[in-house]
């Protein structure tokens, strides 16, 4: 099975500035007409789409390392496109485009949401271009996701089981639960952009595996970390860091988009 020509990385630029334009569009009708209390299913196609076309962005600097990787953000652009099109058929209106609004980008979604062009490219594994620490850092949350993290999985799954201490107690001797805490209160987190990444790297090895008993499981104390560094009090700080650093406290996150009651 040949795997489908590269689309051209300027080409690629040029369909997502389009898209966007679209979505910029939508979002001047949706103010325009009450905003998203107003029209909450609008909004939330919105909020679906606007995410993949950012992602779509960020990714192109990953298509102009290669052939395979070209490949690669082709075919999941395609699929954001597919996405926007189902979304916008038949309310053209409430998107504020016209009827023939999808001309431009048909051409490419059928060539790279061809199902033969997808299944080529699942074959061909871009390189990932993450640096030897990086790489070492995937090794070794990959090795453990195979080790402690699969063997556990499908039992918590269908039992609504506990995750094992033996999981956390491991995480805990990677770092897991440090990767986004700051030096200074114990953590492993230097203040770059590369504290994002490898926290990224470690997650996405341990879902290959699971991502409730494994992924997750890192996830939550990295958004109480980010939220506390954020607007935490230095006592705040000083308290709940080095916990979350050294898993002495698990934290849950509950997220709601209603004001909380007046106590």
Same mark, same amino acid.
């Given at each position: 099975?040949?795997?489908?020509?590269?689309p051209?990385? $300027? !080409?690629?630029?040029?369909?997502?500035e389009?898209?966007?334009?679209v979505?910029?569009?939508?979002?001047?009708?949706l103010a325009?007409?009450?905003?998203?209390?107003?029209?909450?299913v609008?909004?939330?196609?919105?909020?679906?789409?606007?995410?993949?076309?950012?992602?779509?962005? =960020?990714?192109? &600097?990953?298509?102009?390392?290669?052939?395979? $990787?070209? /490949?690669?953000? !082709?075919?999941f652009?395609?699929?954001?496109?597919?996405?926007?099109a189902?979304?916008? /058929?038949g309310?053209?209106?409430?998107?504020?485009?016209?009827?023939?609004?999808?001309?431009?980008?048909a051409?490419?979604?059928?060539?790279?949401?061809?199902?033969?062009?997808?299944?080529?490219?699942?074959?061909?594994?871009?390189?990932?271009?993450?640096g030897?620490?990086?790489e070492?850092?995937?090794?070794?949350?990959r090795?453990f996701?195979? $080790?402690?993290?699969?063997?556990?999985?499908?039992?918590?799954?269908?039992?609504?089981?506990?995750?094992?201490?033996s999981?956390?107690? &491991?995480?805990?001797?990677?770092?897991?639960? !440090?990767?986004s805490?700051?030096?200074?209160? !114990? &953590?492993?987190?230097t203040?770059?952009?590369?504290?994002?990444l490898g926290?990224?790297? =470690?997650?996405?090895?341990?879902?290959?595996?699971?991502?409730?008993?494994g992924?997750?499981?890192?996830?939550?104390?990295?958004?109480?970390t980010?939220?506390l560094?954020?607007?935490g009090?230095? $006592?705040?700080?000083?308290?709940?860091?080095?916990?979350? =650093?050294?898993?002495?406290?698990?934290?849950?996150?509950?997220?709601t988009?209603?004001?909380?009651?007046?106590?």
């Amino acid at each position: 099975m040949a795997t489908p020509t590269p689309p051209d990385p $300027e !080409g690629l630029a040029a369909l997502v500035e389009s898209a966007q334009a679209v979505v910029d569009a939508a979002l001047a009708r949706l103010a325009a007409d009450g905003g998203p209390d107003a029209h909450q299913v609008r909004a939330y196609d919105l909020a679906h789409v606007a995410s993949a076309f950012a992602a779509a962005r =960020a990714c192109l &600097g990953y298509a102009r390392r290669g052939d395979t $990787e070209a /490949a690669l953000v !082709g075919v999941f652009l395609a699929h954001a496109l597919g996405e926007l099109a189902g979304r916008v /058929a038949g309310r053209e209106g409430d998107w504020g485009v016209g009827a023939d609004w999808f001309a431009p980008f048909a051409g490419f979604v059928a060539a790279y949401r061809d199902p033969e062009a997808i299944a080529a490219v699942a074959e061909t594994p871009g390189e990932r271009h993450l640096g030897e620490d990086f790489e070492l850092v995937a090794r070794t949350f990959r090795r453990f996701a195979e $080790e402690r993290v699969r063997p556990v999985a499908e039992t918590v799954h269908r039992h609504n089981a506990d995750i094992p201490e033996s999981v956390i107690d &491991g995480l805990n001797e990677l770092g897991g639960f !440090g990767l986004s805490v700051p030096e200074e209160f !114990g &953590g492993f987190a230097t203040g770059g952009a590369s504290d994002y990444l490898g926290m990224v790297v =470690a997650t996405e090895e341990l879902s290959r595996a699971s991502l409730g008993v494994g992924g997750s499981l890192i996830t939550r104390p990295e958004i109480m970390t980010r939220a506390l560094l954020a607007g935490g009090t230095p $006592e705040q700080k000083a308290h709940w860091l080095p916990r979350l =650093a050294s898993a002495e406290v698990l934290c849950a996150i509950a997220v709601t988009d209603q004001p909380p009651p007046r106590m």
